[in-house]
């Protein structure tokens, strides 16, 4: 019987990274190479698992440490093991043999990036954080300016684009509507003796 | 213009058409990769638990649920899978379903399971009865012990006519991470945009007929109507429009209007002192502003005043147009008069024995000079029997 860790190792062991083909709709073909590039950009040997969150309380492999440690366990290989929901919130790395700055790396992410960052920018900025020296201090600071009550602003999504075209939409509407109505109002009232002269007879 | 606006709505709605028929075919496609790999699985057992639901069932179920399907009778495939709103189907059994059949291209009862343990199935083309007894799946008795029940449910049913249930609705393609075309904010623009501009309009219009309705009311509460003159009103306008004669005569020593100028104000003067009813008082007025505008514009013969409102001021042209109470024909009017609309154009009013009539229409002087202009001092004389 093949479980969770099982599979993910094996593929973990021809390709540093896996990418669950269970949601599609989180990580497209084009999101999974940007995913893979970032991941080439780590300094050790990074082994990157995007799974599905099924949110199951049955799932024994439900948190993300353990699934590390046995896909290290099942690997026997020394560098960085990052697993991550395919939202992309929540990036869990631990490391094995190697001494970098991984946790403070991580956690920046929860600070610095809103909601609906998605897995590529939030892998993006993992490895930024690691490769810029500076992964504390950034995390000091996101973490600081967080408790000041600071929050990243959202990404714009396709949703929001269509929420402006309609409420351009709605305020134009009004906004002809009520030049027509002014037009139509001006000119009952301001239309020439001439014409109007003819018409009374 | 109309037809240039029915043409780009059929632009807009060509549009959103062919960016419907894209949406669903990339969805159709990007199906691709589980699935693949689930039929595959199923080509070689009936039964395929994905690792990442491996928990739902060991080892020792597997075999069991894959003996008894053998035992069947029936073709039956059961799948353990996660469905979530990120895969292909949405999260949607009934459409993980119709997809798995459509890439195995197999008949067969096809069951999924899926992260919670819930249940789902789907019959394709088997020669049984498909309804099940809803409860035999819903039980609170254990995944392996349901997927039994419903198995042993399916080998029991009574034989029916192979059927194929109808397709499943397609989950929304997620547009998240697109960006939408021009033509689908044109769409959504154009959604939002006509029926508000109907609407607007439907609720602004008799806003407006409203509002000048309720505005005209108030400001004629306020100020009074300005197109009625009453008699207090009349004899202090006509007491200041002589005076202010008398002074614009005092400055006017060579002007080429002095005598016209005089002519008024003397008839003027002396109207004032004999009559006193409202038509006569407004004479007075008309005289004193035709000396002034004599006065003003350095002739002897100075323009005729508005046959509206004399006091809007003086016609330098005629229009053929209709008073009440007035022939049909060419009549001196000011400029704003000119372009009022016909309702705007309603001649002053002066309260005779307690009623309201057009200034035209007094009686007694204004019967000899409406309507005479050139000797209209002299005229004023006359009718007050002055030679």
Known sequence: MVTK????????????????????????????ERIRAA?????????LAVVADTQAEDDPLKSPTALIA???????????YVVMPSNGIGVDAQQFGTNLPIGPAADEIIYSQPYNAGPVRAIQRFVDNIRSGRAQQRYDEAHARSKSGWEPKPYREARDTIDDAQQAGAISGLVVAALGVAFVAWRSRRRPARTRGKRVR | MRRAGVSRSLAVGLLALSLLASVASAGATSAADRLDRIAAALRRSPVFVDPDVSYLLDARDRAALGKQIGAAGIPMYLVGVPLLSEDESGGEADYFLYLLHQRLGRPGVYLVADQRGDLDWTSYQVPRKASLDFDTAHGDTSLPRCLHDVIDAFARAPSAAPSTPQTPAAPEPDGRHQRPSAGRLAGEFAKVFFPVLIVSALVLWPLWLIGRLVFGGVRRAVRGDSRTLGRRRLRRRAAAELTRLAEALGHASDDRGRGRATADYDAARLLYDEKSDPGSLFGVIVLALDGQDALRADTATPDPRCMVDPLHGPAPGTVRVWLPGLPDRRLPLCEACRQAAK???????????GEKRPYYQAPGLWE??????????????EYLGVE
């Open chain 1, 5 to 32: 860790a099982d599979y993910i190792a094996g593929q973990l062991a021809h390709d540093p990274v896996f990418i669950s083909d269970h949601v599609p709709r989180d990580v497209s073909p084009e999101d999974a």
């Open chain 2, 343 to 353: 309702e705007e154009r309603r001649p002053l009013m002066l309260i005779i024995d």
């Open chain 1, 39 to 47: 991941v080439r950009g780590m300094p050790v040997p990074t082994y």
């Open chain 1, 70 to 80: 046995l896909l290290h366990d099942k690997l026997q290989r020394p560098g960085v």
């Open chain 2, 368 to 381: 000899r000079i409406r309507g005479r202009h050139a000797s209209l001092p002299e005229d004023v004389l």
